[in-house]
């Protein structure tokens, strides 16, 4: 399969006025073409700084970061993003938003726009505009959008973090099927442990201060896969722990009458 990204000691400081903020240090990291991989970790441990530098938005980084053997020096096509907040045109229509930087011939242009709007299941929207749309479904479109190049690297920054619970579930299944259908190297930055669980191949566990990788956890499990699979939740506990937060363990101090 080949390495699709690689990081070699990736390291990134800020300058602020309480002085340099250490966002990452000696991050190193393969991630495989065509794979899965989810980085975790709670706020400010350099997630998105990280995403940031390998889809060219920062290149204030030292160390070694490539895409497909090539060093990342700005954004571009090979590499789509998609953040928490859509970040739609809100003049645009859906089906102008997903084909926005797609630049193909009308035809070909088209076909791809219409692959997808069937693809993240809008449609009967294609002329909706962004304010007429629910979360779930403007998060779709900025996926739609993300994807319609064909990137070789899908980039997601908590792109479920401000939606409600099921609808969160629901966009985990349909981002599975994506996946499993496109074959594009996804890397999704979450706080959510489930989620990264349930969709991700290798999930790497970040802590802050400075930004480093503590553990990386293969999830060996077949797809499409199911969250209330017991080895889903077998996985989703190791990985409470490795943020300390199973207490299955703990004595109760006080019997719950
Ligand atoms: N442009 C910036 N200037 C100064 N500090 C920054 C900047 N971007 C991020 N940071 C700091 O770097 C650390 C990591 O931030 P970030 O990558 O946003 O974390 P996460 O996405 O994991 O929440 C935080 O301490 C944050 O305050
Ligand atoms: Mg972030």
Redesign the pocket.
């Known amino acids: 399969m080949g390495v699709a990204v690689s990081m070699e000691n990736v390291s990134r400081t ?1 300058s ?1 006025s309480g002085g340099p ?1 250490r ?1 990452l240090a000696d991050i190193s990291l393969d991630v495989e073409s065509g794979s899965f991989v989810a980085l975790v ?1 709670q ?7 990280l995403l940031r530098a390998i889809t060219g938005l920062d290149t204030g980084y030292t160390g070694r970061l490539t895409v497909d053997g090539e060093p990342v020096t700005g954004v571009d096509s090979h590499r789509g993003i998609a953040f928490q907040e859509p970040r739609l045109f809100p003049w645009l229509s859906v089906e102008q938003n997903i084909g926005f930087g797609l630049r193909l011939p009308t035809k070909e242009r088209n076909q791809r726009i219409a692959e997808l709007i069937e693809m993240v299941e809008l449609t009967g929207f294609e002329r909706a505009r962004p304010s007429q749309l629910s979360g779930g479904m403007a998060q779709r479109v900025a996926i739609a959008r993300a994807l319609a190049p064909r990137p070789r690297v899908l980039l997601l920054d908590e792109p479920f973090g401000a939606l409600d619970a099921f609808t969160r579930a629901r966009l985990q299944d349909a981002l599975q099927d994506i996946w499993l259908r496109e074959g594009v190297t996804a890397i999704l ?1 979450t706080h959510d442990i489930e989620e990264a669980v349930t969709l991700a191949q290798r999930v790497v566990v970040m802590t802050p201060r400075p ?1 480093r990788i503590q553990q990386v956890l293969d999830i060996d499990l077949s797809y499409p896969r199911n969250r209330a699979d017991p080895q889903v939740t077998e996985y989703r506990r190791m990985l409470l722990k490795a943020f300390h937060l199973d207490r299955s363990a703990a004595v109760p101090t006080q019997e719950i009458q």
Not at 43 to 49: L, R, Y
Request: with cysteine; glycine share 28%.
């Open positions: 800020f602020s903020v966002a970790g706020s400010g441990c350099g997630k998105s700084t930055v930004g």
